[in-house]
Nanobody
Framework: QVQFVESGGGLVQPGGSLTLTCAAS????????MAWYRQVPGKERESVAR???????SYEDAVKGRFTIFRDNHDNMLYLSMNDLKPEDTAVYYC???????WGQGTQVTVSS
């Protein structure tokens, strides 16, 4: 099974930007749907962005227009570009297949002044 390692998180002020990176341990070219998920303490993990093999993407309403998901099937990478970040975007972000398989460690994003 392909495993994922997320990176790129950090502390950013409201209105700022971050790009998260996800490196897969194997090929993602046969994985139809990849996704970014996030989780805050005490809440269930939720999907915020999905992208299919041919590039079509969909987003949860709270991030639509601010987040953009990209996939690189050649280099087996997944990205999440996040703009106009809000305090409510604070969470641990994970990448995975959709439906999800083995979870990685995630990367913490904190939006605070």
């Amino acid at each position: 099974q392909v495993q994922f390692v997320e990176s790129g998180g950090g502390l950013v002020q409201p209105g700022g930007s971050l790009t998260l990176t996800c490196a897969a341990s194997g090929s993602i070219s046969s994985i139809v749907t990849m996704a970014w998920y996030r989780q805050v303490p005490g809440k269930e993990r939720e999907s915020v962005a999905r992208i299919v093999l041919w590039g079509a993407a969909s987003y949860e309403d709270a991030v639509k227009g601010r987040f953009t998901i990209f996939r690189d099937n050649h280099d087996n990478m997944l990205y999440l570009s996040m703009n106009d970040l809000k305090p409510e975007d604070t969470a641990v972000y994970y990448c995975n297949e959709d439906p999800p398989n083995i979870w990685g460690q995630g990367t913490q994003v904190t939006v605070s002044s």
